[in-house]
């Protein structure tokens, strides 16, 4: 067993590439970047992920509402 004993999947043990080990990871200690108490308005990582989410949300319900009718967006509202 050697020096995994006590953690016989290794999963403790660095990566010979990078150093990194899969247990930091997961380190609970510090607060996740989505969830540190700063500003949520503006231009600021939170805002833009979740503009980015919804942006490609719309996208895709564009699409299908495209490929289900056989008309564009812009005919559905009557601009086109």
């Known amino acids: ?3 995994m004993e006590g953690n016989p999947q290794g999963f403790g043990q660095p990566h ?9 990871l997961f380190d609970t200690t510090q607060p996740h970047p989505m ?3 700063e500003t949520r ?3 600021v990582a939170f805002a833009e992920t979740w503009n980015g989410r919804l942006a490609m ?3 895709v ?3 299908a509402t495209e490929v289900l009718t056989g008309q564009g967006i812009l ?4 601009l086109g």
Do not use: D, E
């Open 16 to 24: 010979p590439r990078t150093g990194n080990n899969l247990l930091s």
């Open 61 to 63: 319900i564009g699409l």
């Open 57 to 59: 949300l719309g996208f």
């Open 1 to 3: 067993m050697g020096s």
């Open 35 to 37: 969830a540190a108490p």
């Open 75 to 78: 005919s559905q509202i009557g």
């Open 41 to 43: 308005f503006g231009f």
